[in-house]
């Protein structure tokens, strides 16, 4: 078995998509037309129940995404363990587009140009010997992307930035709960296809240490002036990102250019091109705190650099001379038990394994078919998730829904087995029945998975996954 820095070595030479581009370009009308009504589907609701009023109020009145297609660029071909197929490429989009926004009590807002950039992984799985020889394709951008929005008339609307960052703050987080890492979209490409088959499961944990920085803070435009004439010494502390993941913070280090943070957390990978991102800044107790520089790497990068980096810091995409050191370990997700075991032993917050519930589909689901809102929910413990719910349209089984959703809990020392796994079948906010399944029935199965159709009454079953994983050294 090859060891993980043979296996990220191995990746092949990113090639052209001539022909998918091409290919894009043709269908871009056809993709303008479904872009649009799902931006307006998707947006307006979430304006309406996220932003603050007069905002709330906005919809959309027109969205042309013009004539100029996306580009993409940069592919590299591989295949995943579960025998798909994985093509990573670069996404570029200079869109000139025009937009209308509407909204009560503030002007109407254009936007005449959309630039989106990142990096999309899309996940061709299972393979199968029937046409479309492909049960289904996830898409997903590997890390956050970058987008910018250019607005008609900009130097007549009030609180200009305010919006600006209101709109891409919504349009970003919709991108992130649908289709940025671990989230992907599905496309099913065959009717019958199997999500037990197609779900791509999270590669491990990334045991990441900020050590230190050094040469921090020297003076340069921007510092405040109070700190410039009196050459404060900054208290530095960092700010850390891995993808999407929720952001954490070291401690300050008062005082000094040259602080030593030694701080450790555990970050779930999904991808190890998913790029960490360590943000040091100064803490300034009299107003905002002072941006020292960014330093930017790869789950990739880190494990060929022996697990170990210098990150230089750049500030305003200038370099600044500082750095920061950061280290990783990272742990595969393993089929074995003995990391759960460990009674709390471990550092705080620090990840054993994982639990993952698969939900596929519904059966049997009794009454009207169009008063039906099925929908799955699954708890344990703390933890409570939901699946969409479905409504009775044309080419869907209400009564034998697909619902293909992959719900996921980090595990810490001592949490396994703890309360039981309880999988609910809801009819809009009425549960129609319930099943509970202990975590020592899933540790008992082959390869720590308890595949089948769960029984929830009235006639119904749920057909669930319940997959438990520790962790163990990629060496």
Known sequence: MSSIVETLAASGT???????????????????????????????????????????????????LGIIPIQFSNVGVTKTENEGIKLDLDVDWDGKCDIELNASMIPKIGVEHVKLRGRLSILLCPLTNVIPLIGAAQVAFINPPYLKLDFTDAAHIANLSLIDNAIRKVILSIISSMAVLPNRFLVKLDANNDFFKTNQHQLGVLRLTIESGAELGE??????????????????????????????QTARA????????????????????????????????????????????????????????????????????????????????????????????????????????????????????DELKPSVKVDWGAHSFRTGIKSDAPGTDIE???????????????????????????????????????????????????????????GATVRAGIWLRGIGPAE
């Open 219 to 248: 003076e340069k435009e921007g510092k405040s002036f109070l700190k410039r004439l009196v050459h404060d010494v900054p208290d530095c502390y960092a700010k850390i990102r891995v993808s999407a993941e929720a952001e954490w």
């Open 254 to 369: 008062k005082n000094t250019r040259h602080p030593e943070w030694n701080e450790t957390r555990d970050v779930v990978v999904s991808d190890y091109d998913q790029r960490v991102e360590v943000d040091v800044c100064d803490d300034d107790t009299a107003g905002r705190d002072d941006d020292i520089g960014l330093g930017a790497t790869t789950v990739k990068e880190l494990l060929l650099g022996g697990g170990r980096q210098e990150l230089g810091l750049s500030h305003k995409e200038q370099p600044t001379g500082g750095n920061v050191t950061v280290s990783g370990r990272f742990f595969k997700f393993v089929p074995d038990a003995a990391s759960l075991s460990g009674g709390g032993g471990g550092a705080a917050g620090e990840i054993v394994g994982q639990l993952t519930v698969l939900v596929a589909s519904a059966f049997g689901i009794k009454g009207k078919r």
């Open 14 to 64: 990113p090639s052209s998509p001539g022909f998918l581009n091409e290919i894009v370009k043709q269908l871009w009308p056809n993709i303008c037309v479904a872009g649009a009504r799902m931006i307006k589907g998707i947006a307006e609701p979430i304006f309406a129940s996220t932003l603050p009023s007069p905002l709330n109020t906005l919809v959309f009145e027109k969205v042309d």
């Open 400 to 458: 034998n829904p697909s619902f293909d959703q992959a719900f996921r809990v980090a595990l810490e020392g001592g949490m396994v087995p703890g309360p039981p796994v309880r999988i609910a079948l809801l009819d809009g906010e009425v549960e129609r029945g319930a099943v509970e399944v202990a975590l020592d029935d899933v540790l008992s199965e082959e390869g720590m998975t308890l595949q089948k159709f769960f029984d929830v009454g009235d």
